[in-house]
């Protein structure tokens, strides 16, 4: 597999799962691509200098900026290797995503549930984006440094997690618990439905609590990774107050 893009590229030096093989196009310049042969160099990675052409047909379509990296796929656990990776020294925060489609909106729910502290993420294997390069792109690298799962029938899922003990959390526009009063002060899974529908009644059901994110404008809709986002920083603000 391919990832493009310096950030992605950087991050995933940083990782455990570091590339096998870096390729820069000639004339790609600046201090991304000066740290990118540094640590390349530190870590042994070889790098190779390719005519724009020849740069071209590894990522055809791709905005590059100029730099790729030869990676194996990103590793993907089971739901009990995700659980017994759960060694935290605070309560469990999880996150599952319902039908999310569109590879732009779940790479961006990855990079904001990394910096937000996640300590996983669990992803169906059906009616759902696949971890491809333009979801590592978008999640500007955050796959290398969070877990992810991969789950067959994610209802089935959320509840071996309910009854390990971890609050199911959804998220929709008519939760019955307003999200700014919701304490997140314990072990949660929070579940993020796909743009339009939503979560599925199946995960609905499945849920201990449905919350809601108040909103005081005319348009009663937010995008997935942007509701996402406001409900797992609210959740990490709520530990941390």
Known sequence: MYIVGRNPVLEALKSEQK??????????????????????????IPVVELSRQKFSRLAPGESTQGVAALVEDVRILHL???MSAITHNEPAFLLACDGITDPHNLGALIR??????????VIPARNSASITETVIKTSAGAVHHVALARVGNLAQSLNKLKDAGIWIVGT????DTDLFRFDGNRDICLVVGSEGKGMRPVIRKACDVVLRIPQFGKINSLNASVAGALAMYEIRRSRIG
């Open 112 to 121: 904001t549930a990394e910096s937000a502290g996640v300590h996983g993420i």
């Open 19 to 44: 590339p096998t093989k870096i390729f820069i196009q000639f004339g790609s310049h600046g201090s991304a691509i000066n740290q990118i042969r540094y640590m390349a160099r530190i870590e042994g």
């Open 80 to 82: 009990d290797e995700l």
């Open 172 to 175: 929709d526009s008519d939760g």
